[in-house]
């Protein structure tokens, strides 16, 4: 009995394959780089008897050039499987054949609103499509979709190759914010109180104030916080998560060379599924840090097995990423006297309940 005909790999496929695994693998190498050797602390002083401000205090490399370069080379790897699998699309069914002109005018079109569709819709080479092929990728186009990350990074990658380098940074995780665990009183017993960060609330920066807790009650003492951070990337609106950036580029790429092969949406279906898990997962986190949510904790806990997720797809090894679970502890920060970094007018903790972090992380110092 003979075995089932091997699928012809796309020209693209091999391409691709590399664009998803070295994506997978720069967001699992940035958690581990931040988790290892990068802390941010928020450095409290008092400003009056019921109000602290905080500035960050910055331990380890904030961003590696090298970090920078290699989100460049998969945004130029993304665009690269798009305009490829336009051109090996077009040129295969094209009837009759492109101009040589038309061939060097070709790449995959993204359209930020209908007028822009409708321009490029009318090009030689998009003529070349079905009828199917157009109205399926009119549907992933960022003005029908009302997702603004495909834009974005095509406006990204563009700026990048044409006109300037582009810029990461670290940044306050928004999904993570800060809890004031050592506050005392604590917010939950301070009557009225109010968090206010900076606005715009800016890339992290040592010894840059970024928020201030005030309260109705007398503040007694308030410690060094945990601070969690994330890397972005600059785009038009600000700063935007490269995780969730990266995971809608994926499947965004993933639907529009189906749609330009042959129609099979498994891959992109997979990834989807994929990312939804992680998402799933980090708002869990979520739920169980900042508001102590039970349910959320058991699905937390449950999903660290990885039970529900889909590992291989098309010989694609979908490993289990690592995400943000919030800030570790680092052995190496144990060494560091955060309250002795503190100027003459910040408040000493007044007990040491106050640092706890500070003696969990002595607790586990490397002798």
């Known amino acids: 009995m003979s075995s089932p005909p091997t699928p012809t790999l796309p020209v693209w496929g091999a391409r691709f394959a590399r664009l998803v695994q070295e994506s997978f693998d720069f967001l699992g190498s940035q958690s581990d780089r931040s988790n290892e050797h990068l802390v941010v602390r928020a450095i409290p002083r008092s400003d009056g008897r019921h109000r602290v401000v905080y500035r960050y205090g910055v331990l380890g490399e904030l961003l590696p050039f090298d970090v920078i370069e290699d989100f460049r080379d998969i945004l130029a790897r993304g665009r690269s499987v798009l305009d490829i699998a336009m051109f090996d699309a077009v040129t295969r069914q094209a009837s009759p054949p492109l101009t040589a ?3 060097r005018s070709t790449y995959f079109p993204i359209a930020a609103t209908e007028a822009d569709w409708n321009s490029l819709a009318g090009q030689p080479y998009m003529k070349a499509l079905t009828a199917d092929q157009l109205k399926n990728l009119e549907k992933l186009q960022p003005f029908v979709t009302g997702s603004g990350t495909l834009s974005e990074f095509a406006k990204v990658h563009n700026d990048d190759k044409h006109q300037a380098p582009l810029r990461l940074a670290v940044v306050p995780d928004a999904e993570f914010v800060m809890i004031f665990d050592h506050l005392f009183p604590p917010p939950a017993s301070a ?15 040592n010894g840059k104030d970024f928020v201030e807790y005030r309260s109705t009650e007398v503040i007694a003492g308030a410690a060094v916080e945990d601070v969690p951070v994330a890397l972005a990337v600059e785009v038009s609106s600000g700063w935007r998560d490269v995780q969730h950036f990266l995971w809608e580029v994926l499947e ?12 099979d949406m498994k891959l992109a279906d997979a990834l989807r599924d994929y990312f939804a898990f992680r998402r799933d997962e980090l708002e869990a986190f979520r739920k169980m840090l900042v508001e102590h949510d039970a349910a959320s904790e058991a699905q937390w806990l449950t999903s660290r097995g990885g039970s529900a997720v889909p590992h291989d797809v098309d010989g ?17 920060a144990a060494t560091v006297d955060w309250p002795a970094l503190l100027s003459g007018d910040d408040l000493p903790p007044s007990s040491a309940k106050l640092v706890p972090w500070l003696q969990v992380e002595r607790s586990n110092r490397l002798d």
Request: with cysteine; hydrophobic share 45%; aromatic share 8%.
């Open 316 to 332: 694609i090894h979908l490993h289990p990423m690592a995400t943000r679970p919030g800030v570790p502890v680092h052995s190496f």
């Open 101 to 103: 002109r038309q061939e």
């Open 191 to 205: 009557g009225e109180c109010w968090v206010d960060w900076v606005a715009p609330l800016a890339p992290v920066e």
């Open 252 to 263: 965004f790429i993933s639907r529009a060379t189906a749609v330009l092969h042959d129609g």
